[in-house]
């Protein structure tokens, strides 16, 4: 199957790409960046392919029948639908948009033209998450009427004054790009619960003083103090389900001198938390003693599960859980965080 990467930076070196090589049936054709450099170093790194600057170009070949969009959030919504009405099967990298209007404007595209889009919510084809949500299915927690996410860093905003911290570029920022993860993660593992009412603060506060800011990490390019920074550095928010009420609290940056990145799914008869990429532990009773463990299994790299499912389901048709169907609650969930946090009131979503 002919593939082509749009956009060849981080996410498509890291994952996209080496994952699509790494599969039988796929063979990238095209590697297409704005910045011809980094197309043509792809080619000549995995030595395949042809460099191409203008993703129409990949469009207008009838041999490609899916693309990887590992572009900004800005320009997801573009190029996936334009990709669709191309009659291409998409994988867009998270966030699906920078706004749930446009997210709900590529499901739209996608219920007309029938291909296949979705979005790189990668945690669903992680071997960790999967098992818990056996878990949750088997009844094992009981009733998980309680999901805490936790996403918080000391001093880590990315590339300040970049695309990271550019709001007309990314849409926002720990929320939307930490916050896609944990919140996807409980509704795929909850059996994606409707939510009924949000309410969230979200604040920035650190990466202010651009100068000024220390750091213990910048991760995603130096800074760029003539650049901007206009996102959110960290959010709380509370959101009432038809299941599990979900609390979070998150940060890319906070003066606090720890990292803690979890997931709590706290049910009446068990409890597990979830280290975030890792391993999780299981917390009950038994016989009247507390009881604690630590499943062990073997985890496969969940980039390249979440490739070869693209792959095979662009044979088969099949709907998988990343589909923008699923996804777009998420979307619709950061939003009225946004909007709750914008209002300073909750925001009632029916
Ligand atoms: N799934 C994950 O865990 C994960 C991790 C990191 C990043 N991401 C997501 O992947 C996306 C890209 O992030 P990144 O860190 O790789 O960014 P990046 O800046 O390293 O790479 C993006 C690339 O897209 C190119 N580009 C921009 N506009 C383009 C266009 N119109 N056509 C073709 N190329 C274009 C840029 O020149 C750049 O090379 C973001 O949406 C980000 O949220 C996901």
Same mark, same amino acid.
């Given at each position: 199957?002919? @593939? ?6 981080? #996410? ?13 049936? !796929? ?15 792809? %080619? ?5 392919? =042809?460099?191409? @600057?203008?993703?129409?170009? /990949? ?9 990887? %969009?590992?572009?900004?959030?800005? %320009? ?13 099967? @998409? ?5 699906? !948009? ?23 919510? &990668? ?20 009733? @998980? ?19 990271? =911290? =550019? ?17 996807? #993660? &409980? ?14 603060? /979200? ?31 960290? %959010? ?26 979890? #997931? ?87």
């Amino acid at each position: 199957m002919k @593939v082509a990467v749009i956009g060849c930076g981080t #996410i498509a070196n890291a994952a996209h790409i080496p994952s699509y090589m790494n599969n039988p049936e !796929a063979e990238i054709k095209y590697f297409c960046d704005i910045i011809p450099e980094r197309a043509q170093a792809a %080619v000549e790194k995995y030595g395949c392919g =042809t460099a191409i @600057v203008d993703y129409h170009e /990949v469009l207008a070949d009838p041999e490609i029948e899916a693309v990887s %969009v590992c572009t900004p959030n800005n %320009v997801h919504a573009t190029i996936a639908i334009d990709a669709l009405r191309a009659g291409k099967n @998409v994988l867009c990298e998270k966030p699906a !948009a920078r706004t749930y209007e446009e997210a709900k404007k590529m499901q739209e595209v996608q219920h007309e033209t029938g291909k296949i889009l979705n979005i790189g919510v &990668v945690n669903r084809f992680n071997d960790s998450v999967n098992l818990i949500k056996k878990y949750i299915d088997d009844g094992k927690l009981g009733e @998980v009427y309680h999901v805490y996410a936790s996403f918080r860093a000391h001093r880590s905003i990315p590339g300040l004054g970049g695309a990271f =911290t =550019t709001k007309e570029i990314a849409g926002g920022g720990a929320l939307i790009d930490w916050g896609v993860h944990y919140l996807d #993660i &409980v509704m795929y593992c909850c059996g994606d619960p409707v939510a009924k009412t949000v309410s969230g603060e /979200v604040f920035s506060k650190l990466g202010v003083d651009m100068k000024g800011y220390a750091y213990k990490d910048m991760w995603a390019g130096p800074p760029k103090f003539d650049g901007i920074y206009d996102v959110d550095d960290s %959010v709380i928010a509370m959101i009432r389900t038809d299941g599990p009420t979900i609390t979070v609290h998150g940060a890319w940056a906070q003066n606090i001198g720890e990292n803690e990145q979890y #997931i709590d799914f706290i049910g009446d008869k068990a409890g597990i938390r979830l280290q975030y990429g890792k391993d999780f532990t299981i917390y009950t009773a038994e016989h009247g003693a507390l009881v604690e463990y630590k499943p062990q299994f073997k985890m496969r790299d969940h980039f390249q599960n979440e490739i070869d499912a693209f792959i095979n389901c662009c044979k088969t048709g099949e709907k998988l859980p990343s589909h923008i169907d699923t996804n777009i609650l998420t979307s619709r969930m950061m939003q009225a965080i946004y909007d709750s946090a914008e209002q300073h009131r909750e925001i009632v979503l029916e």
